[in-house]
């Protein structure tokens, strides 16, 4: 065994899946606290593959923690043409919300803090070409305030 295997893992596979309507394998990587990866930096990211309308939070609410939130295309030779329609709420305060709507790969940085969501998945083009949406944070556990 090379010394560097240590630096090397398999995705997790996510366990429960809170969202019925998400019927593909849902993988993820933790890093930090479970003693990989550097021990002072946190970092958790999921991947989920959807390939059917549905909102998927509907309630806005705010980290502790710095988070991206990414929306990919799944036809692998055009991950730019997202494959169908997003809407994602983000504000100063819960009630200041304003709504984005995304057809192209989309990257959104969200502060510690900043409000987001409701996040509604309102098309999907083709279910064998699911959105690819990644959620990444930086913190040993997920919580809402």
């Known amino acids: 065994m090379s010394a560097l295997e240590k630096y090397i893992r398999n995705p997790l596979s996510t366990g429960e899946n809170p969202h019925p309507e998400v019927k593909g394998a849902r993988l993820a990587l933790v890093s930090g606290a479970d003693g990989w990866g550097p021990p002072d930096k946190n970092v958790r990211m999921t991947w989920w593959p959807i390939s059917e309308p549905f909102e998927m939070i509907s309630e806005s609410h705010a980290h502790d923690f710095d988070q991206f939130i990414l929306f990919v295309g799944g036809d692998l030779t055009n991950m730019m043409d997202l494959g169908g329609e997003v ?59």
């Open 87 to 145: 809407e994602l709420w983000l504000g100063e305060s819960p009630d200041k919300m304003e709504k984005f709507t995304f057809t192209q790969a989309t990257f959104v940085s969200v502060p510690a803090g900043l409000y987001h969501c409701p996040l509604n998945f309102k098309k999907i083009n083709d279910p064998s070409k699911p959105i690819l949406f990644h959620d990444m944070f930086f913190a040993s556990e997920y919580g809402r305030k």
